[in-house]
């Protein structure tokens, strides 16, 4: 029995004094991996590992910095998703750890106009959504039709018909018209965000329909 309590008394000693060692080790391999994370820009991996390293220590100067960074970045993402509460709350992580950086200050800035402009829309065109997807599907198109001229002018460097030259010509009328249309509900749509939409034109609660109806 004493010779068990000798050993194990042992064991602890050294695993004590293996901790420092092996607690830098932990922190260098989680360090490497969100550097290596963040460089092929996967912000989202790169920051759960740097935050793995901060559990371990949370005075690591390069995981801390490198938290900040790949929170900053995954922010951006959450930004340009619309998802602002959320970038919001990434950023405030960061800021636990740099509270001054100028990044993460700029981007809280940006963010909080972000805000305030989509409360201003909300209220000016509660229906601004489904209109604005529509548009967006419109100019998407466009480059279908783009890409449809494109192959007939390829084809014709092969097939030597001027019969391609003549439907890409026409697609390329086609394809003026819609840039025209898809201009003119742009601009109409732009005036209504911007000025509002009156009362007895607010589609009803619960409708899709669109102010701006595409054909």
């Known amino acids: 029995m004493r010779r068990w309590r000798s050993g194990a008394v042992l064991g602890l000693i050294v695993l004590?004094?293996?901790?420092?060692?092996?607690?830098?080790?932990?922190?260098?391999?989680?360090?490497?991996?969100?550097?290596?994370?963040?460089?092929?820009q996967n912000v989202q991996d790169a920051e759960s590992a740097y935050q793995l390293a901060l559990r371990v220590d949370p005075t690591d100067v390069r995981a801390r910095q490198g938290f900040v960074a790949a929170a900053a970045a995954y922010a951006q993402v959450q930004f340009e998703k619309g998802e602002l509460s959320e970038a919001l709350a990434t950023l405030d992580e960061a800021a636990k750890y740099d509270p001054a950086s100028v990044r993460v200050q700029a981007l809280r800035a940006a963010i909080a106009q972000g805000q305030l402009n989509r409360e201003i829309v909300i209220s000016n065109y509660p229906t601004y959504s489904t209109t604005g997807q529509q548009i967006e599907k419109a100019f998407v198109d466009l480059n279908v039709?783009?890409?449809?001229?494109?192959?007939?002018?390829?084809?014709?460097?092969?097939t030597y018909d001027?019969?391609?030259?003549?439907?890409?010509?026409?697609?390329?009328?086609?394809?003026?018209?819609?840039?025209?249309?898809?201009?003119?509900?742009?601009?109409?749509?732009r005036q209504l965000v911007e000025s509002g939409v009156p009362a007895d034109r607010t589609?009803?609660?619960?409708?899709?329909?669109?102010l701006l109806p595409l054909p």
């Open 16 to 40: 004590a004094g293996c901790a420092g060692p092996v607690q830098r080790w932990i922190v260098d391999a989680r360090v490497h991996q969100g550097d290596a994370a963040l460089q092929h």
């Open 145 to 158: 039709s783009n890409k449809t001229i494109v192959k007939r002018l390829q084809r014709f460097n092969y």
């Open 162 to 189: 001027t019969q391609d030259l003549s439907k890409a010509i026409e697609d390329t009328y086609d394809l003026q018209q819609d840039v025209t249309r898809n201009l003119n509900h742009l601009i109409a749509y």
């Open 203 to 210: 589609a009803p609660t619960g409708s899709t329909g669109s």
